[in-house]
């Protein structure tokens, strides 16, 4: 198998994006173990904001490849400060727990110092994953202590934990 990581063109939207509705949305991302299905109803994102993001000039989305095929993505982007922040890291479901994740973190990490010039990278986690804050504590991610709203309105409300994380 030949994996590439690349930033994503406007062209390769189309492509990502059901990659990223299966990896967090309906029943495709119960076939994986970082999904949000259980908690959160409707699309997880939309092309328009893709696009947002790949036209961003402090932004990027970076596509795993394999073989010509999407099969993961991550968003990191400047924040200003020298910190970066890493999103919407997704992988295809049953593709997940095979070590892309963690090549995708190092992608997002080291654009994030190399391009952007970030000293530091944060990301944010609905805190009632605890499954998943501890897979980022074990990429050297650590709890800051900081709690943040979740984006969407929700009854009951969701929370975020934020995590950061030194880059060398």
Excluded: S
């Excluded at 947002?52 to 924040?79: K, M, S, T, Y």
């Excluded at 050297?140 to 969407?152: C, L, M, N, Q, V």
């Amino acid at each position: 198998m030949n994996l590439t990581i690349r930033p994503a063109t406007l062209a390769d939207l189309p492509a990502i994006h059901p990659v990223i509705e299966r990896a967090y949305r309906g029943e495709t991302a119960r076939q994986g173990w970082t999904h949000e299905a259980d908690l959160i109803q409707g699309p997880r994102t939309d092309l328009a904001t893709l696009t947002a993001i790949v036209e961003h000039p402090r932004q990027a989305l970076l596509i795993a490849w394999e073989d010509g095929i999407p099969v993961g993505c991550v968003n990191v982007a400047d924040h200003g400060g020298a910190t970066g922040y890493l999103g919407l890291l997704c992988i295809e479901p049953l593709r997940q727990a095979g070590g892309l994740g963690r090549q995708l973190i190092a992608a997002a990490e080291a654009h994030a110092r190399d391009a952007f010039g970030c000293a530091r990278i944060e990301m944010t986690v609905i805190e009632a994953r605890r499954k998943l804050i501890e897979y980022y504590l074990r990429r050297g991610y650590a709890e800051t202590g900081e709690r943040r709203d979740f984006p969407i309105p929700l009854d009951p409300p969701l929370f975020m934990t934020v995590l950061a994380k030194p880059l060398a």
